[in-house]
Nanobody
Framework: QVQVVESGGGLAQSGGSLRLSCVAS????????TGWYRQSPGKQREWIAG???????NYANSVKGRFTISRGGAKNTVYLQLDNLKPEDTAVYYC???????????????WGQGTQVTVSS
């Protein structure tokens, strides 16, 4: 019942910036946490950032200090600000919306279709 759509990817120069958006829609009556992942060709999908329903954020070391995850003013919208981009950031970026219990256990998760980020060098 939940649909997730990412947008905002594109081509950027090394050191440049992009802003990705994740919009969730449908029936959302529980507690949710949102995470951003990325996957490069031939590599496993990598978790890079997450934000809890209460606004707590976490980042992978590879993007810490360069990427910022936040909740937007619009309901069910999460952003990922990508600054100081590097060629190794090139990947398809995916948004994951997960319904969790009060203890943090996964109930159900939903994935977007992904948005391509390409960083030239």
């Amino acid at each position: 019942q939940v649909q997730v759509v990412e947008s905002g990817g594109g081509l950027a120069q090394s050191g440049g910036s992009l802003r990705l958006s994740c919009v969730a829609s449908g029936s959302m009556s529980g507690v949710y946490t949102t995470g951003w992942y990325r996957q490069s060709p031939g590599k496993q999908r990598e978790w890079i950032a997450g934000i809890s329903d209460g606004g707590t954020t976490n980042y992978a070391n590879s993007v810490k200090g360069r990427f910022t995850i936040s909740r937007g003013g619009a309901k069910n919208t999460v952003y990922l600000q990508l600054d100081n981009l590097k060629p190794e950031d090139t990947a398809v970026y995916y948004c994951n919306v997960a319904e969790i219990t009060v203890s943090g256990t996964l109930v159900e998760e939903f994935w977007g279709q992904g948005t391509q980020v390409t960083v030239s060098s």
